[in-house]
């Protein structure tokens, strides 16, 4: 296995005919921001350039996928423009902040190679943008998905959730940001198939050794016919709605709350008082 000592917040692992692509902040819970997202964006290009790459594997270190975006930021107030440079205040500022860092997540879904999510732990908010723009999603049974910002903080930057699991499904889940294990997403398609823990990585790896078999011209056409069906059933635009919808979701007074709360009693408080109305948050078939 070869292994690239370039990256900081990601692993970068070559062998067998894949490249495994692994979120490396497991003391902040993979937790999603700009730095790792660009190293993210400019990995996955790189495997889809490699002859020797037939598909990507993407996982996080330790025992979650990805908490998702890191909230930091959420302790200082909204950034105001800069000398010439963009802020956060307004809304188009706002919205042209989420484009292009959806730009950088649109890597999965625009790349010629296909890309399986190994997912244990928690996958939410940000860590579902990355997972659902993968092309295959495995997953530990124990695993959890769910946007649970959606309940106060905003709308999703990315959204495919439509495509996945259908309208009433992808309603259930967001309008409520309430969390949906690992078996019962397999059951609804929001993953391909979900797995005991201890038999995650061996059964992704299973996957990989097939698609390894077959001739990477012909895995980028099968994969882009797929994707442009998916563009053609408006995946891409609903992607860029998506992005512009949540600087308009910013703008609601529980986003507000949220921040001042953040600021005035700490991230922890403010996301208690979020989550805590909903109980354990989960759905059960």
Request: net charge negative.
């Amino acid at each position: 296995m070869v292994s690239d000592d370039r990256y900081t917040f990601i692993r970068y692992e070559l062998a067998d005919g894949r490249a495994r692509i692994t979120l490396n902040r497991p003391d902040k819970r993979n937790a999603l921001n700009e730095e790792l997202l660009t190293e993210l964006h400019d990995a996955l290009w790189e495997a889809d350039e490699d002859n020797r790459v037939r598909c990507v594997i993407l996982t996080g270190a330790g025992p979650d996928f990805s908490s998702g975006y890191d909230l930091q930021r959420y302790d200082r107030p909204v950034a105001l423009q800069v000398e010439h440079r963009r802020g956060r205040a307004k809304f188009d500022d706002d919205a042209w902040h989420q484009e292009r860092l959806q730009r950088l997540r649109m890597a999965l879904f625009d790349m010629h190679k296909p890309v399986i999510a190994q997912v244990q732990g928690r996958c939410l908010a940000g860590g579902t943008d990355l997972a659902l723009l993968c092309d295959m999603i495995i997953c530990a049974d124990d695993a959890s998905f769910g946007f649970p910002p959606a309940r106060s903080q905003g709308s999703l930057p990315s959204n495919m959730w439509l495509y996945m699991v259908g309208p009433q499904w992808a309603k259930r889940l967001l309008l409520t940001g309430d969390l949906i294990g690992g078996r019962d997403a397999s059951t609804i398609g929001l993953v391909l198939k979900s797995v005991p823990a201890d038999q995650l990585e061996a059964e992704v790896e299973a996957l990989a050794d097939r698609l390894a078999l077959i001739d990477a011209d012909l895995l980028s056409a099968n994969k882009r016919i797929v994707n442009i069906g998916l563009e053609l059933m408006g995946a891409r635009t609903l992607q860029r709605l998506a992005a512009e919808m949540d600087a308009r979701g910013h703008l609601a007074e529980s986003r507000t709350a949220f921040n001042r709360t953040v600021l005035e009693e700490g991230l922890k408080e403010a996301v208690k008082q979020r989550d805590g109305p909903f109980g354990t948050g989960r759905v059960e078939l």
